[in-house]
């Protein structure tokens, strides 16, 4: 069945370094690719997304890069500081149809002070 | 985007026994989706549900189990039915308010079985 697989399961940076978080899909109709945020006891927040018509997105130091061909998408955080430790889901969809979003396992970034 | 309100945001419940979920959302949508996760886990979508009409459940979740109601379009209740201590999980319901595939989340209803 369709499947998205997350790596790393968790990331320690240190302040001021990058993060890059890795997806990879199955489903190869897949053409909608958000990215949440999810802080302790919080709700998963969208924090960025890309569709299938283009490459890359960026949005102040917050980027995603998609390779249709391969089926992954990466999600890069350059300057980190400590309010970006959470846990972040990538996640694959369709954008119709049953807008069924399957959800990577997640990936837990510790931004070291 | 949509705002969700859900409730209960926490209970404790004891096995056996049966617990309802409800999800307000302050415009009207089509679906609304309710999701589990388990503790450090991902999010797994349990159902979809739209109005008028019977939910649709993913594979391992079944009608008995997790009976749900769309009696409009701003409201869904989520029922876990016969609880056991697996059942303690995150229960989340979500909608698209943006009409453009964007879900947004609630906050979230964590049951404690015990």
């Known amino acids: 069945g369709e499947n998205v697989e997350q790596h790393p399961s968790t990331l320690s940076v240190q302040e001021g370094d990058s993060a890059v978080i890795k997806c990879t899909y199955s489903d190869s109709a897949s053409n909608y690719f958000p990215w949440y945020k999810q802080e302790l006891g919080k709700r998963p927040q969208l924090i960025i997304d890309?569709?299938?018509?283009?490459g890359e997105k960026k949005d102040q130091r917050i980027a995603v890069t998609l390779n249709k061909t391969a089926k992954h998408f990466s999600l890069h955080i350059t300057e980190t500081q400590p309010e970006d430790s959470a846990v972040y889901f990538c996640a694959a969809s369709l954008t119709s149809g049953t807008y069924k979003y399957i959800f990577g396992t997640g990936t837990r970034l510790k931004v070291l002070a | 985007s949509a705002v969700i309100s859900q409730k209960p945001s926490r209970d404790i419940c004891q096995r056996g026994t049966s617990l309802t979920i409800q999800c307000q959302v302050d415009?009207?949508?089509?679906?609304m989706f309710w999701y589990r996760q388990q503790p450090g886990q991902s999010l797994t979508l349990i159902a979809t549900?739209?109005?008028?009409?019977?939910?649709?459940?993913e594979s391992g979740f079944v009608i008995d189990k997790f009976p749900i109601s769309r009696p409009n379009l701003t409201f869904s209740t989520l029922t876990v039915s016969n609880m056991s201590p697996e059942d303690s999980s995150i229960y989340l319901c979500?909608?698209?308010?943006?009409?453009?595939?964007?879900?947004?989340f609630g906050a979230g209803s964590r049951l404690t079985v015990l």
């Open positions: 549900a739209n109005q008028g009409s019977e939910a649709t459940y």
């Open positions: 979500s909608v698209d308010g943006s009409g453009a595939n964007v879900l947004t």
């Open positions: 415009s009207q949508v089509t679906m």
């Open positions: 890309i569709r299938s018509n283009v």
